[in-house]
């Protein structure tokens, strides 16, 4: 599935993002091991409860096309993201430069893990994250794809512990082999 992306040109309101900043850039700017600042802003994902309203009605329905990533906040220690899943939309197997903490906001998810098994990608374990769902990653146990298996649009926000305005997290993808 393609991604789709946005940039913030002209950003409209976004309800609670600068509340929602501040409290992420108290905790992304410690001093601390990368897998400690996920866990500690996946901690203000579950404090401060951001919601839909932080994406327009438009940016909402997402794209026919892919999943679709709308850019909210970028600074040097981190940047926040939305992204929008219709029904079926997927990302490619992957993995990542940075930490990662995001939230469920609306639908559902599903993330299948992997881990390298000499020279093949194996399949360790799947998580279903409800609307609600809080979590915190870091490299590099953080193979993984997740799709939207649910029958609604689904939409996460994420933030990144780095500066993603020219760039994106993934470090790599994988291709997963059928061995017969």
């Known amino acids: 599935m393609v991604e789709q992306m946005t940039a913030p040109v002209d950003s409209p309101p976004r309800p609670g993002l600068a509340e929602l900043v501040a409290r992420i850039r108290s905790r992304a700017r410690r001093q601390a091991d990368p897998r400690t600042i996920a866990e ?3 901690d203000v994902l579950a404090e401060t409860k951001p919601d839909v309203d932080l994406l327009t009605v438009a940016e909402r329905a997402g794209s026919p096309d892919g999943y679709t990533r709308h850019t909210l906040h970028t600074e040097a220690a981190f940047s926040v993201s939305a992204v929008v899943w219709r029904p079926g939309q997927v990302t490619e197997i992957h993995d990542h430069l940075v930490w990662c903490s995001f939230m469920v906001l609306q639908g559902a998810e599903t993330e299948t893990l992997y881990d390298i ?3 093949r990608l ?11 769902s809080v979590s ?11 799709r939207n298996t649910g029958d609604t649009v689904a939409i996460t ?6 500066d993603l305005s020219r760039g994106t997290s993934v470090r790599r993808t994988y291709e997963q082999r059928h061995d017969r």
Not at 122 to 132: D, K, M, N, Q, S
Not at 137 to 142: F, K, L, Q, T
């Open 40 to 42: 500690q802003v996946a």
């Open 136 to 146: 915190g990653v870091a490299p590099p146990d953080d193979i993984h794809r997740v």
């Open 122 to 132: 194996v399949e360790i374990g799947e998580r279903h994250r409800p609307a609600g």
């Open 157 to 162: 926000l994420h933030v990144y512990g780095a």
């Open 117 to 119: 098994d000499g020279d």
